[in-house]
């Protein structure tokens, strides 16, 4: 990518800035126009600079990561957050894109990777660290992909309802919840409705 990225640097730890700086002035086309200590410093300095991507510690004094980066979503949407931790949580990698972040990296990653994620999210893209690949994949995926009359039954056969139940209290012929239940399992990769109802009681999609 040969335009120039701006990016500011937003970690607690001063040490993790500047080798940050000293990593991305490697890069010839991504240019460092700020640092910020915590989250409140990191909307300030972003709502000035304006830049292309904001790398984001996510636990931080203050202000968190997280909640810098729901603001920055709402005030800045063509600024593109890019989470740095050292935490892999996965409920954290969820939180993270909920919150409007576009990447996900550790901070254990190489120098290459970094760059590329910048250059990802700066493009419109998202990134995910591949050492986190599964767990943000089970954090996010059946999350996003089921509609919400499809979370409705699931709740509805949790709650210990048949198919003909579901289908009196939902006012739709009984074919019509088998088929929202096929659509469930298919996308939950879940060989039973029990199953099903065990992953979206795990993943906290339902009740």
Do not use: C, W
């Not at 700020?34 to 904001?54: F, H, Q, W």
């Not at 005030?75 to 990698?93: G, I, N, Q, W």
């Not at 994949?137 to 056969?157: C, K, M, N, S, Y």
């Amino acid at each position: 990518m040969s335009e120039e990225i701006t990016a500011l640097i937003v970690d607690d730890h001063e040490v993790v800035r500047q080798g940050l700086r000293l990593a991305l002035s490697r890069a010839a086309h991504i240019r460092v126009v700020g640092e910020a200590s915590d989250g409140a410093e990191a909307v300030a300095v972003a709502l000035r600079r304006n830049p292309t991507v904001v790398i984001m510690d996510v636990r931080l004094p203050g202000t968190d990561g997280l909640a810098a980066t729901r603001t920055l979503a709402s005030e800045l949407p063509d600024t593109k957050v890019l989470l740095f931790t050292a935490y892999s949580e996965r409920s954290l990698v969820a939180r993270g894109f909920e919150a409007g972040a576009k990447g996900y990296i550790l901070k254990e990653a190489p120098r290459e990777m970094l760059v590329r994620a910048i250059e990802k999210v700066a493009g419109g893209g998202e990134f995910v660290d591949p050492a986190l690949m599964p767990e943000a994949l089970a954090g996010r995926g059946p999350v996003d992909t089921l509609t919400p009359r499809e979370r409705e039954i699931l709740q509805l056969l949790a709650d210990g309802m048949s198919n003909a139940d579901v289908a009196d209290h939902l006012f739709i012929s009984q074919e019509t919840v088998k088929s929202h239940v096929r659509h469930v399992l298919g996308k939950l990769e879940a060989d039973t409705r029990t199953q099903a109802v065990a992953i979206a009681l795990r993943e906290a999609m339902i009740d």
